[in-house]
């Protein structure tokens, strides 16, 4: 009998051990990755913070107090539980500094030495490249604090970086406490004392390795210890779980009970008494141990153990299963915050990258990409503030899920980025997925649910049709079609240049404004007609806008003189086409539509410039823009005539038919007008 109760003692000690271990393994990898996501939800910040226009003036000495009253409010600190924010210029001297106590809510004195120690080391001063940042933990006089380091920056990452933004947050018992929560852990986090370990892991690349934990027990709990780097690669900190073996001890007690029992009633039932502890307690404990045994990971823990009934084996499987459920249900929640965008709920750009790995093991998929951008969100953000701008991305999330297919995959990779990967899709597919994004931003505005500053969006997309594209080219063509759309978009500020051409053309000859809308209008409606690609219709308005951008090149002399040009002037007005064609090549969002500035005075018969092209050798776009811009010309007043009826334009059309414009676009040139109702015969 005592060789029985030994034999089984040592079978589930053995097995609960094990069990032990292998989850105190998987609790410090929790805990290691819960602290590493604290970690990336501070740089995530302070990236946001760090290339933030209003930040980049602020280390120029730019709207210094009101950045200062503006931004480094209690609130912020309380809400992003920020414990610390540096200001370095960029000769890497202190702009400005903040210390925050989260558990009093109130600003506090800075512990000079631990900043000037900070202030000192090379490795967060010198940050130059825009994509840098340097982050991890510190020993600071109040305790570990996690550090994020990021240049400085302006938003599109053009200019050259002017300091380092370095924000921290303490990892102190209330922190502690809150990573404990969502981890279901009980954690704490001490010094090494000088101790120095081969195995230590850097917390910011959630390195983990199972032999660099270090576990032991006691009677009353079980402990995992893992060295953490700080961020000078030091061995500095040590993390430790401690867990109570609950599970240890009522196993324990269950032999216990069991082996009184069956001494005390051997003597009386004998074998009948063998025969039940056998089918009744050997067997469930048996069952369990094996169903522990087949868990090795989260996805394990759906199923219910084997062992069933209101015996002692029974309760501990129910309680095993609850407590394995709480721990699933933890794991879950960081697991989808790990993969997601906390505003938007949309997929983040982590499991983007992710996401792209698995569609490149797919090359015979025709995939479609889209790609979004909120046009004027800093706008927006600056007019009426972050929760304003927050309110628009979360709208557009809404939109994107109903306007997209439901296997769609829908991501935020950006501030203001927004990418959709749709498999097995055709063209007309996307290009309605599109229409149905523009129409529902439509809708919106009508609800005026985004009155203050108007919710708008860019979009461009493209589709692999089969071809050797990588991913990675699609979404930059993509983006490339979604950024010239957003040049025609007031409410943007990233086409700054183009804007400053643009109202410099309109300073030059005040007719071009209305003349450019009217004529796109029109262009734009016989390429409708003709069938032509959507993709081209962006570059088309653009030409139309900017066909005429090299008359800022020739003298007011020319330009404006009343009279018939001399030879000498007309050789020189014809110049504005390749002075045009030189500007459009030195603006990167107009150097798409450079070649058509260029032929747009080229005449069918080939008697244009300035190469004397003829037929289809003209771009077909300049074929529509000099029909649109010779139409409207004619129908709307000049200082030097009236404007004609439509009636005599269209016969003016039919008449250079063959020698100035395309037969055959005039031919469709005139049933657009008869389709727009502005001509009848």
């Known amino acids: 009998?005592?060789?029985?109760?030994?034999?089984?003692?040592?079978?589930?000690?053995?097995?609960?051990?094990?069990?032990?271990?292998?989850?105190?393994?998987?609790?410090?990898?929790?805990?290691v990755n819960a602290i590493a996501y604290d970690l990336s939800t501070l740089e995530n910040w302070t990236v946001d913070w760090a290339a933030w226009d209003d930040t980049y003036n602020f280390v120029q000495d730019i709207d210094t107090e009101q950045y200062v009253e503006k931004n480094l409010i209690d609130a912020t600190f309380l809400s992003q539980r920020v414990s610390m924010i540096l200001f370095l210029n960029d000769e890497g001297m202190l702009k400005h500094a903040k210390w925050f106590d989260i558990s009093l809510g109130q600003e506090v004195e800075a512990p000079a030495d631990f900043q000037q120690e900070l202030l000192q080391w090379p490795g967060l001063r010198q940050l130059s490249h825009a994509d840098s940042v340097r982050k991890g933990l510190v020993q600071s006089p109040q305790g570990p604090m996690l550090i994020v380091a990021k240049p400085v920056v302006d938003s599109l990452k053009l200019l050259p970086s002017r300091g380092v933004l370095i924000v921290g947050r303490y990892l102190n018992h209330s922190e502690m406490e809150l990573l404990a929560a969502v981890t279901n852990l009980r954690t704490d986090i001490s010094i090494i004392d000088g101790k120095s370990s081969s195995n230590a892991i850097n917390i910011s690349t959630k390195a983990f390795l199972k032999d660099a934990a270090q576990i032991w027990t006691n009677d009353d709990a079980i402990f995992g210890m893992v060295a953490v780097k700080d961020i000078f690669g030091v061995d500095k900190f040590q993390l430790v779980i401690q867990d109570p073996r609950n599970y240890y001890k009522q196993s324990f007690k269950m032999l216990r009970g069991f082996s009184t029992a069956v001494f005390l009633t051997m003597a009386l039932f004998g074998l009948a008494i063998f025969i039940l502890i056998d089918r009744h307690v050997l067997r469930g404990l048996i069952s369990l141990t094996k169903d522990i045994s087949k868990i090795k990971g989260f996805e394990d823990v759906t199923t219910d153990f084997g062992?069933?009934?209101?015996?002692?084996?029974?309760?501990?499987?129910?309680?095993?299963?609850?407590?394995?459920?709480?721990?699933?249900?933890?794991?879950?929640?960081?697991?989808?915050?790990?993969?997601?965008?906390?505003l938007t709920g949309l997929y983040n750009r982590t499991y983007f990258e992710h996401y792209l790995q698995k569609l490149?093991?797919?090359?015979?998929?025709?995939?479609?990409?889209?790609?979004?951008?909120?046009?004027?969100?800093?706008?927006?953000?600056?007019?009426?503030?972050?929760?304003?701008?927050?309110?628009?991305?979360k709208g557009l999330a809404e939109v994107l899920h109903k306007s997209c297919p439901e296997h769609a995959v829908l991501f935020r990779v950006g501030g203001d980025e927004f990418i959709i990967v749709i498999e097995a899709v055709t063209e007309d597919e996307l290009s309605s997925i599109c229409q149905n994004i523009r129409q529902n931003i439509e809708d919106i505005q009508r609800e005026k649910r985004h009155n203050i500053v108007p919710l708008s969006v860019s979009v461009g997309y493209t589709i692999s049709n089969g071809q050797n594209s990588t991913l990675d080219e699609m979404i930059k063509k993509a983006d490339t079609l979604m950024y010239r759309e957003k040049l025609l978009c007031n409410q943007s500020r990233r086409n700054g240049l183009v804007q400053t051409l643009k109202s410099a053309l309109e300073a030059r000859d005040h007719l071009t404004e209305g003349h450019a809308h009217r004529m796109a209008k029109l262009a734009v409606a016989l390429a409708r007609y003709t069938g032509i690609s959507i993709h081209r219709l962006p570059?088309?308005?653009?030409?139309?806008?900017?066909?005429?951008?090299?008359?800022?090149?020739?003298?007011?002399?020319?330009?404006?003189?009343?009279?018939?040009?001399?030879?000498?002037?007309?050789?020189?007005?014809?110049?504005?086409?390749?002075?045009?064609?030189?500007?459009?090549?030195?603006?990167?969002?107009?150097?798409?539509i450079a070649d058509l500035i260029l032929k747009h005075h080229e005449w069918w018969d080939g008697t244009g410039y300035p190469a004397g092209l003829s037929g289809e050798d003209i771009p077909e776009e300049c074929r529509m823009l000099a029909i649109a811009d010779a139409f409207d010309a004619m129908t709307n007043n000049r200082p030097y005539r009236k404007a004609m009826t439509t009636e005599q334009a269209v016969e003016e059309l039919r008449r250079y038919a063959g020698t100035q414009f395309d037969p055959i676009l005039i031919k469709k040139f005139i049933e657009v007008l008869k389709a727009e109702g502005l001509y009848s015969s």
């Open 1 to 31: 009998m005592l060789i029985f109760y030994f034999m089984t003692k040592f079978f589930v000690v053995g097995n609960v051990l094990d069990t032990e271990r292998n989850g105190m393994n998987k609790d410090l990898t929790r805990a």
């Open 307 to 342: 062992v069933k009934g209101d015996d002692e084996v029974a309760l501990l499987s129910k309680k095993l299963k609850d407590m394995f459920d709480e721990l699933k249900a933890s794991h879950d929640s960081l697991h989808f915050l790990s993969n997601h965008d906390a």
């Open 360 to 393: 490149a093991a797919k090359p015979e998929v025709d995939v479609g990409v889209i790609v979004c951008d909120v046009d004027g969100l800093k706008l927006a953000n600056d007019v009426a503030g972050h929760a304003y701008g927050d309110g628009q991305l």
């Open 539 to 592: 570059d088309l308005h653009l030409f139309a806008e900017f066909h005429d951008v090299g008359k800022i090149g020739i003298s007011d002399t020319i330009l404006h003189k009343k009279g018939p040009l001399t030879p000498e002037q007309r050789i020189e007005m014809q110049k504005h086409c390749e002075v045009g064609f030189r500007i459009a090549q030195s603006t990167p969002d107009l150097a798409p």
